[in-house]
């Protein structure tokens, strides 16, 4: 003999968001042309302007997303030139 079926279909799980690794660039202001990329074998993460070509690199955990680098890279800009932008 079979078992019987369940009455109830198990809910589905929901996916999480992904997560964006294109943004907008703080020095030329061009929209979705800075693309961040982590390399995990090495432990760097670096994020690029396609327009002006303004590169920032820095080491990553296995914790690190696209965002952490791009948010790393505005922390320094705003510290070098010294206050908010």
Not at 18 to 31: A, G, P, R, S, V
Not at 38 to 46: C, D, E, H, I, M
Not at 58 to 64: P, R, S
Request: glycine share 6%.
């Amino acid at each position: 003999m079979g078992k019987r079926k369940k009455a109830t279909k198990p809910a589905a799980k929901a996916k999480a968001p992904k997560l964006d690794t294109c943004f907008d660039c703080i020095l030329c202001e061009h929209e979705q042309c800075v693309d961040a990329v982590l390399l995990r074998g090495p432990k760097v993460g670096s994020v690029e302007c396609r327009v002006c070509h303004v590169r920032h690199e820095m080491t990553i955990t296995a914790l690190d997303e696209p965002i952490d680098v791009y948010s790393n890279w505005v922390d320094e800009m705003v510290k070098v030139n010294g206050g908010e932008e």
